[in-house]
């Protein structure tokens, strides 16, 4: 029941409803065949891609889940009045805190989509009146990469997408409320993107020192001026940022290696903890060349915590839980998800850096059913799995 002929992008899986079922939202791109192709130029003149607004976008999908298999097309009703726009990334989080999963939309020159879950099946798009649709300039922008994180660890979810070299990629504070503000300046992340094109992206520790950090992928989709006969006009450097812990970043690339020195057509970015060391890999795909597997090596100065978070009756990860590790009076709070990115996924395991302190924090679990529970002296430096059930109630 999930079958569809869209221009697909980016994906996510969701239980909406908290029937303990995953659900599907599926972000579709444009309405294009071969038969309605029309030839674009760039500036300068010669043939190009063209821009999104030369074909009608195409309708996103949202797939109930009704088990043993079979899903059903429930846009229509659970998207009520739906103005969907070019698709190319998706990620979720419950941004206001009410315990219902919500679904961020980042679209190609179009206003982007909040779809705020109402607990009864349905959507409300909000995405204007929370701040996040447009730039702080209220300009809609080409949004291709996006991904959801507390950047901040003040417990709320934020939002940071990438877009054209122009227009520089958008970092988007949540209040708590699911109100958002535009800090990509203050942040320093706006002005260090300019002159790249973003596609995936993803917040990740990447030192394990308690504070997400940033990675994009870049490859330009017009030809760059000034290389002439350059066989390959569209590659760009990726780019990393630490996060400082003061709500500024730090561009680290000219210090991470050979890897970011390479110079790609960069598109897919997928997160994940590939060699099970604790600290997160990356896989990149790319135009015209080969995908690339950049592994971690930053070291293990700092100890960590993985968690795979899993339900009593069932095997599968526990998509949309939260986890919070308590300690000293502070909180870092994490998601369970797979979405997220350019066209990607990533690895539902949650990981979490603890820095220098071998002390193992109080966990807690909101589950996707909305039960509560705590573990306390999980080892470190390792991964364990909790099933829902097993905790102890607070």
Request: charged share 25%; hydrophobic share 35%; with cysteine.
């Amino acid at each position: 029941g999930a079958e569809g002929g869209g221009w697909s992008v980016s994906a996510a899986f969701v239980d909406y409803d908290r029937d303990c079922r995953l659900d599907l939202y599926v972000g579709n791109y444009v309405q294009y065949s071969i038969e309605t192709d029309r030839p674009c130029t760039g500036l300068s003149g010669r043939r190009d891609y063209c821009t999104p607004e030369v074909y009608a976008p195409q309708a996103d999908r949202l797939y109930r889940n009704l088990g043993g298999g079979r899903f059903v097309d429930e846009t229509a009703t659970a998207l009520p009045g739906a103005r969907f726009g070019p698709a190319l990334g998706v990620s979720t989080a419950d941004f206001d805190g009410d315990g219902w999963i919500d679904i961020y939309v980042a679209n190609d020159v179009h206003a982007n989509l909040l779809w705020m879950n109402q607990g009864d099946g349905t959507f409300r798009e909000g995405g204007l009146l929370s701040g996040a649709a447009l730039s702080g300039d209220g300009v809609a922008e080409a949004s291709m990469g996006v991904d959801a994180g507390d950047f901040d660890n003040d417990g709320d979810f934020d939002l940071f997408m990438t877009h054209l070299p122009t227009e520089g990629n958008n970092l988007y504070e949540n209040d708590g409320a699911a109100f958002f503000e535009d800090v990509s300046i203050r942040t320093g992340l706006g002005p260090a993107s300019h002159g790249r094109t973003g596609f995936g992206a993803a917040w990740f520790d990447i030192d394990n020192d308690g504070w997400l950090d940033l990675l994009t992928v870049n490859g330009a989709i017009e030809a760059i001026d000034g290389r002439g006969d350059h066989p390959f006009p569209y590659d760009e450097t990726n780019l990393l940022f630490r996060n400082l812990g003061n709500r500024r970043f730090e561009d680290v690339t000219d210090r991470a290696g050979a890897a970011l020195r390479l110079s790609e057509i960069s598109r897919g970015a997928a997160f994940v903890d590939i060699d099970n060391d604790g600290d997160t890999d990356v896989v990149v795909s790319n135009n015209t060349g080969r995908a690339r597997l950049f592994v971690n090596e930053v070291g293990a100065d700092n100890h960590w915590l993985g968690l795979r978070l899993t339900g009593s009756n069932t095997e599968r990860d526990m998509l949309g839980a939260r986890v919070a590790m308590l300690r000293a009076g502070e909180a870092i709070w994490r998601h369970v998800r797979t979405d997220g990115s350019y066209a990607s996924a990533r690895d539902p395991r949650v990981l979490v850096g603890l820095g220098r302190s071998a002390q193992a924090p109080l966990v807690r679990v909101v589950w996707p059913s909305g039960r509560v529970e705590e573990w306390t002296d999980l080892p470190i430096d390792g991964y364990t799995t909790l099933v829902e059930g097993e905790g102890t109630v607070p």
